[in-house]
């Protein structure tokens, strides 16, 4: 068996240019039982040394895991799309963000009232 073959060979799910967001992600996928590996990060740790703004950090799963974690990322940046909760225009009523019509009067979310 080689490593290119092996189930758990770890394998690019994707990639974040900040470290806030790759373990927000990590913490996503750990809720749903999936191990992630951040590459890139800073790891010497040192204080004081800002890491540059373009950093890209490579956030890693387990080969046997990616097609799940790429469901579940895709989830999480669709949440994380849609954005803030809206105020329905015809009622005024607040909505989650999720909805796309207003849950009381039913009038569609406007995305330019945002
Ligand atoms: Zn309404």
Avoid: H
């Amino acid at each position: 068996m080689t490593c290119n073959t092996s189930p758990f060979n770890w394998v690019s799910l994707c990639s974040v240019s900040n470290s806030i967001e790759a373990n927000l992600i990590k913490g996503w996928m750990e809720q749903q039982q999936i191990r992630v590996r951040l590459q890139g990060e800073a790891l010497n740790g040192a204080i004081g040394d800002i890491p540059a703004p373009e950093t890209q950090i490579t956030l890693l799963v387990y080969q046997i895991k990616l097609p799940l974690a790429k469901q579940i990322l895709l989830e999480y940046t669709q949440q994380q799309s849609l954005g803030d909760d809206w105020r329905c225009q015809n009622c005024d009523e607040p909505n989650a963000s999720s909805f796309e019509i207003c849950w009381l009067c039913s009038t569609e979310k406007n995305e330019s009232t945002k």
